[in-house]
């Protein structure tokens, strides 16, 4: 996978195709597979109608922005805060649930050891699954199936473990028996009401090192009449619970 990017109409564009015998055609023009094997990551290529493109290797967050979309995936910013506050590392095995479009499975395995991702619905799994191949993950398995019941069946211990799902509450209870000693579960829960609930099944299940957090997202916007806080986003997301065992 390479990443192609170039700038029109004050406007940066890019596109992130396969390296293979098929020439990549874009609204700027034909780009020619055959310069792009010539070339080598930092080099430019020219499309047939004399458009510049300079060449990337993608990294996750590029995959978050091209990858396709089931539904709105978490947000750097919130995935930020679950590998900070987890100490995600390269010798984790890490159980995810609610997997979407693999956003936050494929961040998680850019920096796991391995990732095992449980998704409800079929299509979803499979646009997930294509996404984690396009990004060059080979340590993150999706499997499809009801995280509720799955849980209970799990016989391997989890370092990590993150639950993106309406039902999160239902899984805590039994989460704790394959959490590693010293390991941490994360959930994402868009709702006060939902994280009270989170709240309520960790106390209930023995977690006594818990806490709640909110990250707000400003960016900030530049311009001749001046420098504000751009009104384009929007600051809240969801909340983020953090347990240990």
Same mark, same amino acid.
């Given at each position: 996978?390479?990443?192609?990017?170039?700038?029109?109409?004050?406007?940066? @564009?890019?596109?992130?195709?396969?390296?293979?015998?098929?020439?990549?055609?874009?609204?700027?023009? &034909?780009?020619?597979? %055959?310069?792009?094997?010539? +070339? +080598?990551?930092?080099?430019?290529?020219?499309?047939?109608?004399?458009?510049? #493109?300079?060449?990337?290797?993608? @990294?996750?967050?590029d995959f978050?922005?091209?990858?396709?979309?089931?539904?709105?995936?978490?947000?750097?910013?919130? &995935?930020?805060?679950?590998?900070?506050? /987890?100490?995600?590392?390269? %010798?984790?095995?890490?159980?995810? =649930?609610?997997?979407?479009?693999? &956003?936050?499975?494929?961040?998680?395995? =850019?920096?796991?050891? *391995?990732?095992? +991702?449980?998704? &409800?619905?079929?299509?979803?799994?499979?646009?997930?699954?294509?996404?984690?191949?396009?990004?060059?993950?080979?340590?993150?398995?999706? @499997?499809?199936?009801?995280?509720?019941?799955?849980?209970? %069946?799990?016989?391997?211990?989890?370092?990590?473990?993150?639950?993106?799902?309406?039902?999160?509450?239902?899984?805590?209870?039994?989460? $704790?028996?394959?959490?590693?000693?010293?390991?941490?579960?994360?959930?994402?829960?868009?709702? $006060?009401?939902? /994280?009270?609930?989170?709240?309520? +099944? #960790?106390?209930?299940?023995?977690?006594?090192?818990?806490?709640?957090?909110?990250?707000?997202? @400003?960016? $900030? =916007?530049? =311009?001749?009449?001046? /420098?504000?806080?751009?009104?384009?986003r929007v600051?809240?997301?969801? #909340?983020?619970?953090?347990?240990? *065992?």
């Open positions: 996978m390479i990443l192609l990017r170039t700038s029109h109409g004050k406007r940066i @564009r890019e596109f992130i195709t396969v390296v293979s015998d098929e020439d990549y055609h874009t609204d700027l023009g &034909i780009i020619y597979m %055959n310069d792009i094997l010539q +070339s +080598s990551i930092g080099d430019t290529v020219q499309s047939h109608k004399g458009h510049t #493109f300079l060449i990337h290797r993608p @990294r996750t967050p978050f922005r091209h990858a396709k979309r089931t539904g709105a995936p978490m947000m750097p910013k919130d &995935i930020g805060m679950i590998i900070a506050y /987890t100490g995600l590392n390269k %010798n984790d095995v890490v159980l995810d =649930s609610g997997t979407g479009s693999g &956003i936050l499975a494929m961040y998680l395995g =850019s920096i796991a050891k *391995k990732v095992i +991702s449980y998704e &409800i619905k079929e299509d979803f799994a499979e646009v997930a699954r294509q996404n984690i191949i396009n990004a060059g993950l080979d340590n993150v398995e999706v @499997r499809c199936g009801d995280i509720v019941e799955e849980v209970k %069946n799990l016989d391997q211990a989890f370092d990590v473990i993150t639950l993106d799902t309406m039902h999160s509450m239902k899984v805590i209870p039994h989460v $704790i028996n394959i959490l590693q000693t010293g390991g941490y579960v994360a959930t994402y829960s868009p709702f $006060i009401e939902q /994280t009270k609930e989170i709240r309520q +099944s #960790f106390g209930e299940a023995g977690f006594s090192d818990v806490v709640t957090l909110e990250c707000i997202e @400003r960016e $900030i =916007s530049f =311009s001749d009449r001046g /420098t504000r806080p751009s009104t384009a600051g809240h997301t969801g #909340f983020i619970t953090i347990a240990r *065992k």
